[in-house]
């Protein structure tokens, strides 16, 4: 069931993951996909966007949801998810706004947005295919251990350490991060058809191999995706070494 490619170097795991995506994009008739944030999906989203370019992929079609959001943050906050996706991808490529979906993490109701953010989601017929990254943690989305692999859409508080390897999109101050956030469940991205993470360079290297051959454990949510019955994991050599 897990897919795992090693690919020869950092810019072809990149292009494996965007033709992964486009190829999804391409495939279906109603594509829904699961977005993520991160550095490691910048490159990515720049290939795709290239494509969109170049006149290879349409996106008029594709039905978004982000994993996850700051609490606090405004869509037009320059350290929001939403913000990010619209730099990255959505300001670049025809989709259409009322297909594009990230948790709003000023609701005033946290927990009832979250509950439209999953009905929402199976509105759409569910997540066809659902982008991953990972975090120093071993987080999918912001599900910081313990996550249970049944946790639905929910806010939660985020760990010292995520805070410190998000802190350089606040000014390097680890203090500036919210100290919570909005994100999907382990249990609602493991509803996905389809999983695909990718991680990238030395620093994921360790927690790549305690989420892929360590046990499975809602310490590390990544550890989660082996139970899904469709996974692919696409790595370069540094974030491979432990393998
Ligand atoms: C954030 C996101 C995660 C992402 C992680 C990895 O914490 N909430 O979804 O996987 O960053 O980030 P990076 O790609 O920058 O290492």
Not at 7 to 12: E, G, N, Q, V, Y
Not at 107 to 113: H, R
Not at 124 to 150: C, M, V
Not at 216 to 234: F, G, K, Q, W, Y
Request: glycine share 8%; net charge negative; proline share 6%.
């Amino acid at each position: 069931p897990l897919n795992v490619i090693i690919a020869p170097d950092t810019a072809s795991a990149f292009q494996r993951a965007a033709t992964f995506l486009a190829d999804h994009i391409r495939g279906a008739a109603h594509p829904v996909l699961g977005l993520a944030t991160g550095r490691t999906m910048e490159s990515i989203y720049a290939l795709l966007v290239s494509d969109h370019q170049a006149g290879k992929l349409d996106f008029s079609q594709l039905t978004s949801f982000n994993l996850d959001e700051y609490v606090g943050l405004s869509p037009t906050d320059p350290r929001s998810y939403r913000h990010y996706m619209q730099e990255h991808l959505f300001g670049h490529v025809n989709m259409r706004p009322e297909h594009v979906h990230v948790p709003d993490g000023t609701a005033s109701d946290l927990v009832a947005e979250c509950a439209a953010y999953e009905a929402a989601i199976q509105n759409e017929g569910g997540l066809g295919l659902q982008l991953l990254g990972i975090g120093e943690t071993g987080h999918i989305g912001f599900n910081e251990p313990p996550s249970a692999f049944d946790t639905r859409t929910r806010p939660v508080t985020l760990d010292d350490v995520t805070r410190r390897q998000n802190a350089a999109m606040f000014g390097g101050q680890p203090d500036a991060v919210p100290h919570t956030a909005l994100t999907m469940g382990v249990g609602t991205i493991l509803e996905a058809r389809e999983l695909l993470l990718v991680a990238t360079g030395s620093s994921k290297a360790r927690i790549v191999a305690e989420a892929l051959l360590g046990p499975l454990t809602p310490d590390i949510s990544a550890s989660a995706i082996r139970l899904h019955a469709n996974c692919t994991v696409i790595l370069d050599h540094e974030a491979a070494a432990i393998w």
